[in-house]
């Protein structure tokens, strides 16, 4: 079986000044992570703004970065959504254009029973054909609070390899790592890349890959090495470019960097996201002169 462990962009989805989806920069996008020498790609997450977009251009999305990628990055499409027939029919996208594996997010809104997760899970890595599934855990927006006790149930359905642990709590991280050695936990806040290695974490997948990605290839090499000191270091300044995304939005902010850096052709977000205004792009910008 493929070995998943590594760094991962959760990829933007790039848009014109009228909201459509700007394939060239999507395409440029993957370039820029095979650039970075990162493990792969999680597409169509959060970050992808995901849940402001169509079946169609969700399945789109997939299909073309799929394309772009030419066999250089590990492939994850993101495929939750709160219907599980929309999750099934994009897991199948997934399949055929050849991803490595799916992942979806914990249904949201509703608070629906654990039962009904289990389920739900059941029913995308059906439709997934064989591929691996990596459950996506981030409370802080879903507002599901899984206990240690149903990850694991989770981790122990069919084809679960792995989840994407977004959350500020390591020690709960910890307990998932130790006590599913046969898993694979991928940290997801990147702000933590470094204790969540620290805690059992074999990879991260984040927002900010996209821009700082060799950063966290290189806090991996530094741990790896025995060298945490150094590693602290390059965590700390990646922080500090977190800080200010976090400050000012974090999608808008990375879309407004990769676009001042031509990767990208507009900095637009999908309403009701909104693109920084002329003071928060100054901050930027200031942040950008002097420490990018
Ligand atoms: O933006 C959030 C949620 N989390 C992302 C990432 O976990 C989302 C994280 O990179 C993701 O991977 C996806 O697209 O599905 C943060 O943006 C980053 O750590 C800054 O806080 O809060």
């Not at 394939?23 to 992570?33: G, P, R, T």
């Not at 609070?145 to 390591?170: C, F």
């Amino acid at each position: 079986t493929k070995n998943f462990a590594g760094e991962y962009a959760a990829l933007l989805t790039p848009f014109d000044q009228k909201e459509n989806i700007d394939f060239k920069s999507l395409q440029s996008l993957v370039v820029n992570a095979i650039d970075q020498d990162l493990t792969g790609v999680y597409v169509g997450g959060s970050t992808g703004e995901a849940f402001l977009q169509s079946q169609a251009e969700r399945r789109d999305c997939l299909e073309s970065v799929a394309e772009s990628s030419l066999g250089k990055l590990n492939l994850i499409a993101h495929v939750g959504s709160i219907r599980t027939k929309d999750c099934c029919e994009l897991a199948n996208a997934a399949k055929g254009a050849g991803y490595h594996a799916v992942s979806a997010v914990t249904p949201f809104y509703y608070g629906f029973s654990f039962d009904a997760l289990l389920d739900h899970y059941r029913a995308i890595v059906d439709a997934a054909d064989g591929l691996p599934m990596i459950v996506y855990n981030i409370p802080v927006l879903t507002g599901v609070a899984l206990s240690d006790m149903q990850i694991e149930e989770l981790l122990n359905l069919e084809n679960v390899i792995g989840i994407k642990q977004t959350s500020i709590d390591l020690y709960q991280l910890e307990k998932i790592a130790n006590r599913n050695p046969g898993k694979i936990v991928f940290n997801g806040f990147d702000e933590i890349f470094l204790p969540g290695q620290m805690a059992g974490a074999q990879g991260g997948i984040g927002s900010t890959y996209n821009v700082i990605g060799s950063k966290y290839k290189e806090i991996q090499k530094l741990i790896c090495s025995g060298d945490v000191g150094r590693a602290k270091s390059v965590q700390k300044s990646a922080n500090r470019l977190i800080d200010l995304l976090v400050l000012v939005g974090v999608i808008p902010g990375l879309k407004y960097i990769l676009q001042q850096k031509g990767i990208i052709a507009t900095d637009t977000v999908r309403a009701p996201f909104r693109m920084l205004d002329s003071m928060q792009k100054r901050l930027v910008d200031d942040f950008i002169s002097s420490a990018l």
